[in-house]
């Protein structure tokens, strides 16, 4: 594609900003000139060759356009007449130059990049008009019928709209109207517009409309004109623009963007926070000051602020932005809601949305598959748990006992009031991982094959794990599950302070159950802490003392003491379905210790939400065996099912589709 813009007129109406130049060369601002602004503007679009027709001081523009540093290829044609004809006798002098498809612009003409970006990304012939302004006196008007222009001229006026000569053309409707410029030149009609050829033959083109609105596109007549321009051009260079990213990982896509939401103003970007982005995708491999400054250092990007939520209403309603740039993948799915928000907004004060084709394709999978590898690495799984924890103050987790549950785990999420909630970690519980091997949970399953499920979810998911370790066995037993626990990559092991053979805790005092004396377990945390060899690996300690009923102050001396002792985290159970004993536990821990984290179970006191919990300073919420005790009886009701009706049938409308499971599994080939 090549460039033709019309340079060859007097600009007489100009006075004396045209005495010693031609007019394209008239400043527009403080940095651009018309023509400066144009040759910028067909550089940004990929277009490299220009060919450009002079005539009144065109050495001026020659030299002028040799020294503008732009990667353009320049092909100046004098139109030795230009005092006598008009713009269509010089693109005759340029026609052996113009075999290609082509952009044709006055060199008066000015217009904002939104207007050039959608000129030239046309799959049409088309040329720029706009059905909000009125139509002139004595300017370009087009006539439009089913979608297709028919005449172009200053006299029409029924079915017409305002027009501007800015066009993209096609070879093939170029050649017709090329062709009958030759002829109309070299039959002497050169004191016309070239737009009159083109009536002549505009059933033979299919020239298209493209409504500009209410956008910048207007040519510089006279100094009047000139003022509107400047000021149109300061509004359009100081009008904000906002785009939101999640990415921690920048690719060319991203930059193309970014580089077409810079045309249209000042850029401004916001950073979504770790917390949105935990609960949003997954957790970030960049802290939230890293992608900030990630952005911060991009050309051309006016400032970087924090987006705190995925919903846009807050920073929109602050910034009040003309535009909101954004990929068009959220059209449809869980984002639309966000963006039908973004929408609401925007139409409360005038702004606009404006969305590109959303980058996708492989090399952007492999790019979101090598970040999944990154998080699964030990490393990285096993310091995450800390990190959410200072990131979001409250944590979830739901248990899992095999690869399919961790994939549950990893992949659930539910799209609530314009946000994402996931779970943020794993809980690979004693007694689920022995109730799915048909054992009792009473440590009969060993820790080799404790490890094993460790790793068949570790094999499929991301996301952080927390290790029921049971009583964590003998002092000298602890230190190995630790070590092994820690290399593997676990990111807490929970121990709770009972010795002697296993009973769920549930069972309370049915059951004989010993708990541990004080002096003892914290000899067990010690012995954890010294086998550690990272700061990331935290050990948590599970206090009995509510569900053995010793007592508020006895569960409370051991709380201090664990921590004392060097525990990470105190976990608090109790088997009452109401909450309170558990608030007044923490709400009386808290005291003293206002930054140890609290880790509750809440499955027998459930109806409490997680915003309670975090009010009374709880961090970490296990939803403990609830995929267990949910699909056993899914699973037994199926086989029921098929030995009542000696068929599979009825049983189909409870199964889930074989192909919905296996989009579960991650595709590593």
Known sequence: MKALILNSGMGNRMGVLTSEQPKCMTEVSGTETILSRQLKQIKDAGIDEVIITTGYYDNVLVEYCQNIDLPLCFTFVKNPAFQDTNYIYSIYCAREYLDDDLILMHGDLVFENAVFDEIVGSEKSCMAVS???????KDFKAVVRAGRIEKVGIDFFHEAVCAQPLYKLLQKDWKVWLDEIIRFCEEGEVKCYAEDALNMVSDGCEICPVDIRGQLCSEVDNPDDLAVVRSRLHEIENRIVYMC??????????????????????????????????????????????????????????????????????????????YVVHGDDWITGFQRPIRDEVVSVLAGYGGCLVEFPYS?????????????????????RRARLKKLLSIKGIVTAIEAHNGLTGLIAENTTVYQDGGARQFDAMWISSLCDSTAKGKPDIELVDMSSRFRTVDDIMEVTT??????GDTGGMAQHFVYTVRTLERMGVSMVIIEDKIGLKKNSLFGNEVKQTQDSISNFCEKIKAGKRAQKTKDFMICARIESLILEQGMEDALKRAYAYV????????????????????????????SDGRTPVIVVPTSFHCVKEEEFRQHGINIVIYANQLTRTGFPAMQHAARLILEHHRAMECDEICMPINEIIRLIPDES
């Open 564 to 591: 004392e002792a060097g525990a990470d985290a105190i976990m608090i159970h109790s088997r009452r379905k109401e909450p309170e004993e558990i608030f007044t536990f923490v709400d009386r821990f808290r005291k």
């Open 360 to 380: 996708a394709g492989k090399r952007y999978e492999e790019l979101e598959k090598r970040t999944r590898e990154e998080l699964s690495i030990p490393e990285m």
């Open 463 to 468: 996301k952080p794990i927390i290790f029921d």
């Open 245 to 322: 990213f999640a990415t921690d990982i920048l690719h060319s896509g991203h930059i193309a963007m970014i580089k077409k939401a810079q045309k249209l103003g000042k850029l401004i970007i916001g950073v979504l926070s770790d917390e949105a982005v935990a609960g949003y995708k997954r957790f970030p491999l960049l802290p939230f000051s890293e992608r900030k400054s990630m952005f911060e250092n991009i050309v051309g990007v006016f400032q970087v602020i924090e987006q705190q939520t995925l919903s846009y209403k807050e920073n929109l309603e602050r910034l009040k932005p003309a």
């Open 131 to 137: 059905t909000l302004q009125a139509l002139p006196e």
